[in-house]
Antibody
């Protein structure tokens, strides 16, 4: 069974940092692109960052570019998101997701999400 | 940047057919998928590549796409189908619709 388990969410002050981790199991992590997606309270889904299978290509949404860094360790079956210079509007549930190897890159597996709250 | 739009809400009676649209410029030329999200849960992929169903998704869920619109159709709608539904396509990167709240009344 494919499982993605996020951790690292917490309450942090504006300007602070957090590192989110995603532990993958039940599949070969190196086979898939991985995405981080977030959802602010009562709002819709927003993609943040994508990393390709071997970690050589990373892209970011404009809203987090220069502040967030995605990484992966296929040997340890983990994907991470380093978040710096956090702002109040970064408050959201953050999901680690797997992109299906299929046209359109549907996200066929989602973690349970981890809550990040940015507040003073 | 590419954008897609969804109606904020759709209502349907139990047993009837619900249709949720997703609109974008020449969306029919791209691949669209759909997610279902119930309160307090993570999103669940219900349709990908416009019309394919992942394993375990009931055949009451179907999808189509043509022109500027992709459509998620839920036949014989049940109370348990009440949820938020998001479309997603890919235009050099992921593009999500704003979501549609399906009410089964």
């Amino acid at each position: 069974e494919v499982q993605l388990v996020e951790s690292g969410g917490n309450l942090v002050q504006p300007g602070g940092s957090l590192r989110l981790s995603c532990a993958a199991s039940g599949f070969t992590l190196s086979s898939n692109w991985m995405y981080w997606v977030r959802q602010a309270p009562g709002k819709g889904l927003v993609w943040l960052s994508r990393i390709n299978s071997d970690g050589s290509s990373k892209i970011y949404a404009d809203s987090v570019k220069g502040r967030f860094t995605i990484s992966r360790d296929n040997a340890k079956n983990t994907v991470s998101l380093q978040m710096n210079s956090l702002r109040v509007d970064d408050t959201a549930v953050y999901y680690c997701t797997r992109a299906k190897t299929s046209p359109g890159f549907p996200l066929d597996s989602w973690g349970q999400g981890t809550l990040v709250t940015v507040s003073s | 940047s590419y954008e897609v739009s969804q109606p904020p809400s759709v209502s349907v009676s139990p047993g009837q057919t619900a249709r949720i649209s997703c609109s974008g410029d020449s969306l029919g030329d791209k691949f669209t998928c759909w997610y279902q999200q119930k309160p307090g849960q993570s999103p669940l992929l219900v349709i990908y590549q416009n019309s394919k169903r992942p394993a375990g998704i009931p055949d009451r869920f179907s999808g189509s796409s043509s022109g500027n619109t992709a459509t998620l159709t839920i036949s014989a709608t049940r109370y348990e189908d009440e949820a938020d539904y998001y479309c997603q396509t890919w235009d050099y990167e992921l593009v999500f619709g704003g979501g549609t709240k399906l009410a089964v009344l």
